[in-house]
């Protein structure tokens, strides 16, 4: 079993380069769809290119407990259709997005992803690549890696969107800030 030092260095260098891969997408304007959070998150979590297609090994099809940052567990139910559930949330922020509320759109994606736990694994980064995806797509240019740093509580609680939307929306008038000069 590696030590928790070379887990979390696997897990980073997996994490930029899942990053370099969004980015990608955002620059190239292609659309965020389930097949690309799909191989997001097989990067992610070591399955790329370990027979990736087999979908069971990427999405969660059985309930799950886990144990958020407050130190409470919850159980979450059966998601019969978890490529549904991510296309419907893909397709409110790439809406918002599209309207011009790209932070909404970014805080959507992220709270969508982390809170429906559509994937067997690395939830919370793939809702970060997806977040960074559409900030960068639609020219607000925060660090990914900024973003994945963000300490938050748990999503549920009263007043921890609000926080979120908050700490990105600064995030967004920093980077501009950092632009302009």
């Not at 969004?22 to 979590?45: F, G, H, K, P, Q």
């Not at 809406?95 to 992803?113: C, M, P, R, S, T």
């Amino acid at each position: 079993m590696p030590s928790d030092t070379l887990k979390k260095q696997l897990e980073r260098t997996r994490f930029e380069r899942a990053l370099q891969a969004s980015e990608s997408l955002a620059d190239r304007r292609a659309l965020l769809t389930t097949a690309e959070l799909s191989r997001l998150n097989a990067i992610l979590t070591g399955l790329a290119g370990k027979n990736a297609e087999d979908e069971s090994r990427i999405w969660r099809t059985a309930p799950v407990t886990l144990t958020l940052p407050s130190g409470k567990t919850e159980t979450l139910a059966l998601v019969a259709d978890p490529k549904q559930m991510a296309r419907e949330k893909l397709h409110r922020a790439t809406e918002a997005a599209e309207a011009g509320a790209v932070i909404d759109a970014a805080v959507g994606i992220y709270a969508g992803l982390v809170m429906s736990h559509v994937f067997q694994d690395a939830n919370r980064r793939t809702a970060v690549l997806a977040a960074h995806y559409f900030l960068r797509r639609y020219g607000i240019p925060v660090s990914g890696l900024a973003l994945h740093e963000i300490g938050l509580g748990d999503l549920r609680e009263e007043g921890q969107l609000e926080a979120l939307r908050e700490t990105i929306g600064q995030m967004a008038k920093f980077a501009a800030k950092q632009r302009l000069r």
